[in-house]
Structures are given as structure tokens and as C-alpha cells.
């Protein structure tokens, strides 16, 4: 038993248990807006998980060290932190949509508390036969130029997608290139 009162080492994942009637109400809601994706069954295993750790506790008594207790479960138990804060933000939708609902709960999510840090990954090479091989099968020279500014540039589809001719400048030493983008 964790001091707060939460009993996590006796948890155990039981699809079979009801949901609470909040809890449901959201996922038909998620599952209307989009029924073909699979957003509303990744939620529904998400808020099980929180709704299962906190023993059925009510919606309004959660308070952020039960977040606390959330975030160090699933970490006890080697979850990933981009998991982790997948599960973060299904609450924080779950409790948005409460809020929209008309329900007087605060979210007990503090993100600069709760969120995870995530490594940052670094680029991998890409092998060279296998980079032959990808442009080999390019024809067309603006795609050909398309694929180079991305692999070479590190640029997204969209900033080059968004490129204009008026944005190259190669009479100017160095050539230089001006990429309206995400960063």
C-alpha cells in the first residue's frame, strides 16, 4: 500500500470490470467523431488503467499524487515514457471533455509535473545501396530534387512542399535557401 492510500502492486488489467459511467460516455463520444480509428479503444484502455490504479475512485476525488502514482506505476513496470504520456494526455481529454460537458472536475494533470521527458533520438545513416537503389527509381528531376532537399536539408515534406522560387538564392556566396516551416 503507496502512502497516499493506492494499492498498486495487487493491479491487474480486468476488461471485464465496468467502466465508469463518465469514463464510457467519453469513449462513445471519441468513437462517434471518428468511428474507424482507433483512438477510442487506446482511451478506453488508458482511462482503465487509471480508473483500475485508483481502485473506482470518483472522477472529482483525483488529484494529481494519484498522477503520481500513475506515472510511477507504469515506470515501475518499464513502460516507455512516450507511453506514458500517451496515457497523460488521454486524461487530460478525458477531463477536457468533462469540462465541456458542463462538470465542475479540474484536470489532476500538471504537465511540467506529470509529462515525461523523452529522449531525443538521434538520425540513423541510411545505407548507401539502399539509397542508390531509392533514387534509382526516381525519374522525374523535380522529384529526384524534392527527395534531396528533404534527405540532405533534413527537411519535411510540407517546408518543401512550401518552397518558391523566390526563396532560393544561389547568385549570393554562400547560396542560401529560406525554409518557412515548423522550426
Known amino acids: ?64 499524487k494519484h498522477i503520481d502514482s500513475l506515472v510511477n506505476f507504469q515506470l515501475e513496470q518499464g513502460y516507455k515514457s512516450s507511453t506514458i504520456n500517451r496515457r497523460l494526455a488521454a486524461v487530460v481529454s478525458f477531463y477536457d471533455f468533462l469540462i465541456a460537458e458542463g462538470k465542475t472536475v479540474t484536470c489532476p494533470v500538471i504537465p511540467k509535473r506529470h509529462y515525461l521527458r523523452e529522449p531525443r533520438r538521434l538520425p540513423r545513416p541510411v545505407n548507401e545501396h539502399e539509397l542508390r537503389n531509392y533514387f534509382g527509381a526516381i525519374h522525374d528531376i523535380r522529384d ?40
Not at 41 to 61: G, K, P, T, V
Open 144 to 183: 529526384r530534387a524534392m527527395f534531396t532537399l528533404m534527405l540532405r536539408c533534413g527537411l519535411r515534406i510540407g517546408e518543401v512542399s512550401g518552397l518558391q522560387m523566390t526563396d532560393i538564392y544561389l547568385g549570393e556566396t554562400p547560396s542560401r535557401l529560406i525554409i518557412r516551416g515548423k522550426g
Open 1 to 64: 500500500m503507496q502512502p497516499n492510500g493506492i494499492n498498486l502492486i495487487t493491479f491487474s488489467m480486468d476488461m471485464s470490470r465496468p467502466m465508469l459511467p463518465e469514463i464510457e460516455q467519453f469513449i462513445n463520444w471519441i468513437r462517434m467523431r471518428n468511428p474507424h480509428a482507433r483512438t477510442w479503444r487506446d482511451y478506453r484502455c488508458d482511462l482503465q488503467l487509471l480508473q483500475q490504479i485508483l481502485n473506482n475512485r470518483n472522477i472529482s476525488e483525483i488529484y494529481p
